[in-house]
């Protein structure tokens, strides 16, 4: 324990508290706080409430509807299971189609096509079901390639890599899932 020494112009030794005693036991040069015995506002606890509640309801209309439109309050499939080191890898593709061209990749994303490779796969058995939900794809491509003639046809397909041993192991499978044609 330090040594007391009294103030400079006082003839009485300084007093320690309590407080200032078991904040110098804890190591600290500074006194500890004490936790405010005041109840917080209602408008406070109002708004803290409405936040969490928020963020909750968030969370369950995106894991209900397992949608990634709220991100990064979805679903996120994509960390919840591995990949089997000897099965196989889906990539899902868009290929665009022009007359008297062969098929070409589109890449997914804002500046092609306005969506997202993981939003589409999302909603892969919808797609499957009713083709047409590629027209506005296919629209987007067109409005943001004014240059380039329109599409004819917009295939969703996916290329499936076979693994061995966690890599790649002979050539790619091509599978057209489902093909939109213009009208």
Known sequence: ??????FPGSDKAPRRTLRARRSW????????????TTPLPLASRAWRLLAVLGCVGVLLVGGLTRSNDLFPFGVLDQFST??????????????????GEEPFDIPFGQRTVGIERADVEN??????????LLAPLAAEHDRRHPEQPPLDALMLCQRITTLKDGT???????VEVVRWEAP
């Open 25 to 36: 036991l804890a190591g600290s040069r500074y006194p500890s706080q004490v936790p405010s």
């Open 123 to 132: 909603n892969l058995r919808s797609i499957e079901a009713d083709p047409q």
């Open 168 to 174: 790649a192991h002979g050539e790619d499978e091509f």
């Open 1 to 6: 324990m330090p040594i007391l020494r009294p």
């Open 82 to 99: 591995g990949t089997d080191p000897n099965g196989e890898v889906v990539n899902t593709c868009l290929q665009g189609v022009r007359e």
